[in-house]
């Protein structure tokens, strides 16, 4: 498993990549501030554009460079840093470069989305954390206060919500400058954000070659004028129309002229269903490699037996540690009356067993692969009497583990990908197989004919359709069940061309799965062409 976010390294944890003096100053170099401006950095690090913005204001005070601080960091700049260390790093920095820092400031030690405003500023400039943790104590007061404006959800991620609590913090026509991961441009689960962004004001965005050395993550520096409402949002001087956006389910901000004919028909979403796989919590302990001989080797055991119920279990098991009231109450009166649930126990054998496939206690299970059409299935999973060890040991487990994700869509008929990849590397699943949470799928609804599920597996499999989901669905290679289903479905495909292909998927698809080497599929990009295209 992955490290969860409140174990990770301070660096991770609070989201920092510092950006570089020289960005700073070419980010501020077309700005020409008033001297009644007022300037928030909430996020401000070792204090580059603390300092950089400090340099703008200079030459609008007369007086010794102890003076013009003075008025500086008391009525111009505002800042705000969570990081002790960075903190104190920012501060010497302003000391060695000014010779000065007034004892009095509007730097503060403080978690910026905690931290209460007193004013409205003119412009809010910084880099806020990218990929940073939220308190888990502060989780659920900040979604609560951050995660929803006019009815769609804002991610509750930390350069997110910073946006959004910068942006009501600046006054009418105020402006914010952020740099910022892409990662929002398009993704699903920022389209609120982006709603909420193009609903206030008007948006240029600018790609950012290379930003550190920190970081290879792709930045963008986002210029935001608050109220000044306009119909299009600017992607390096190339304008993305409103009406465009809305083609796109996620509102997408890539949607380029060249995609948009594309989304004028269907999208897959009218012919499939989507999903991701189950988190068993300890792979180990159920998935087993199936060998050259069809063989598998069992170290385990499995035992039920009825579990004590307390208080003190329940509560290392909760999101947070914490369990409401009434919960605790009901808990304690179990724990009192002896009360136990059912618990297995899970043992490492003295002698493991070779155990033959096919087997009725292990079912195929699909996990990621790069492989693409069809791959013999590598691993099995202990599913005896439907999975019960599987389903017992994660409700018994830690909280996030309680739920089973794709229930409905084990053993079925489908279509599956690599996660994290950089193109979409569709093969075709058999209805055999229990899904991890590493490897999304797709099925057919019901009443949608069979052959539509291997028309679509050679759609995604073409140059075209990876193209849409990078440039307007998707531009991470993180790819969703909810991204496919947002895929334009070929509606301008003809007949004949659609039974061509088909076939052809049909014909690679046997090939593979008798294991013919060759994976070129070049031909699906012809039959698949748009006739305007040509």
Same mark, same amino acid.
């Given at each position: 498993m992955t490290k969860v976010k409140t174990e990770r390294s301070k660096k991770q944890q609070l989201g920092q990549f510092m950006t570089p003096i020289e960005t700073c100053v070419e980010i501020l170099s077309d700005i020409s501030f008033t001297i009644d401006d007022k300037v928030l950095e909430p996020s401000f690090g070792c204090g580059n554009f603390i300092i950089s913005i400090i340099d703008k204001f200079i030459d609008l005070y007369d007086g010794d460079i102890e003076y013009k601080?003075?008025?500086?960091? !008391?009525?111009?700049?505002?800042?705000?840093?969570?990081?002790?260390?960075?903190?104190? #790093?920012?501060?010497? !920095?302003?000391? +060695?470069?000014?010779?000065?820092?007034?004892?009095?400031?509007?730097?503060?030690?403080?978690?910026?989305?905690?931290?209460? /405003?007193?004013?409205?500023?003119?412009?809010?400039?910084? +880099?806020?954390?990218?990929?940073?943790?939220? #308190?888990?104590?502060?989780?659920?007061?900040?979604?609560?206060?951050?995660?929803?404006r006019s009815g769609l959800k804002i991610k509750k991620e930390t350069y997110s919500f910073f946006m959004i609590k910068s942006i009501e913090a600046l006054k009418e026509n105020g402006k914010l400058i952020f740099i910022s991961s892409d990662t929002f441009l398009t993704i699903k689960t920022m389209k609120g954000l982006r709603k909420f962004l193009f609903n206030i004001g008007f948006n240029k965005i600018k790609k950012v070659v290379y930003f550190s050395e920190e970081t290879n993550y792709p930045m963008i520096i986002l210029s935001h004028n608050k109220s000044d409402k306009r119909d299009y949002i600017e992607l390096d001087n190339v304008n993305i129309l409103?009406? +465009?956006? @809305?083609?796109?389910?996620?509102?997408?901000?890539?949607?380029?002229? #060249?995609?948009?004919?594309?989304?004028?028909?269907?999208?897959?979403? #009218?012919?499939i269903l989507g999903s991701g796989g189950m988190t068993i919590g300890k792979n180990v302990l159920f998935l087993r490699e199936i060998n050259q001989n069809n063989t598998i080797v069992e170290k385990y055991s499995f035992d039920f037996f009825e579990d004590p119920i307390t208080l003190e279990n329940e509560l290392s098991k909760a999101r947070n540690n914490k369990l409401s009231d009434n919960k605790i109450k009901e808990i304690k009166e179990l724990e009192r009356l002896g009360k136990t649930k059912r618990n297995v126990r899970i043992s490492e054998r003295e002698e493991p067993i070779i155990i033959q496939l096919p087997h009725p206690d292990y079912k195929f299970y699909n996990k990621a692969s790069n492989e693409i059409l069809y791959t013999p299935p590598k691993n099995v999973i202990f599913w005896k009497d439907n999975g019960d060890a599987c389903y017992t040991f994660k409700k018994n487990g830690n909280w996030y583990l309680g739920?089973?994700?794709?229930?409905?869509?084990?053993?079925?008929?489908?279509?599956?990908?690599?996660?994290?990849?950089?193109?979409?590397?569709?093969?075709?699943?058999?209805?055999?197989?229990?899904?991890?949470?590493?490897s999304p799928v797709i099925i057919l609804k019901d009443n949608v004919d069979k052959k539509e599920l291997l028309f679509i597996l050679g759609w995604?499999?073409?140059?075209?359709? @990876?193209?849409?989901?990078? /440039?307007?669905?998707?531009?991470?290679? +993180?790819?969703?069940?909810?991204?496919?289903?947002?895929?334009?479905?070929?509606?301008?495909?003809?007949?004949?061309?659609?039974?061509?292909?088909?076939?052809?998927?049909?014909?690679?698809?046997?090939?593979?799965?008798?294991?013919?080497?060759?994976?070129n599929v070049g031909v699906l990009d012809r039959l698949f062409i748009k006739k305007r295209d040509e």
């Open positions: 601080l003075d008025r500086i960091l !008391n009525e111009n700049v505002w800042g705000v840093e969570f990081d002790d260390e960075m903190y104190n #790093e920012c501060i010497s !920095n302003i000391k +060695n470069k000014f010779g000065f820092i007034p004892k009095k400031h509007n730097l503060v030690l403080s978690d910026y989305l905690l931290y209460k /405003n007193t004013i409205e500023f003119d412009w809010v400039i910084g +880099n806020p954390p990218f990929g940073g943790t939220i #308190e888990p104590i502060h989780q659920d007061f900040l979604d609560k206060k951050y995660g929803t409103e009406s +465009n956006m @809305n083609l796109t389910d996620n509102f997408s901000w890539f949607i380029q002229e #060249e995609f948009v004919t594309y989304f004028r028909g269907p999208s897959l979403s #009218e012919y739920g089973v994700g794709g229930k409905l869509f084990f053993e079925k008929e489908c279509l599956t990908w690599q996660l994290i990849s950089s193109t979409i590397r569709a093969r075709y699943l058999p209805g055999n197989n229990i899904l991890d949470n590493s995604l499999l073409t140059t075209k359709c @990876n193209s849409i989901l990078k /440039n307007v669905i998707n531009h991470t290679k +993180n790819i969703q069940s909810k991204d496919i289903e947002k895929l334009p479905y070929p509606f301008w495909v003809s007949d004949e061309d659609k039974d061509k292909i088909i076939n052809f998927v049909k014909l690679k698809l046997n090939d593979k799965r008798k294991g013919i080497v060759g994976d």
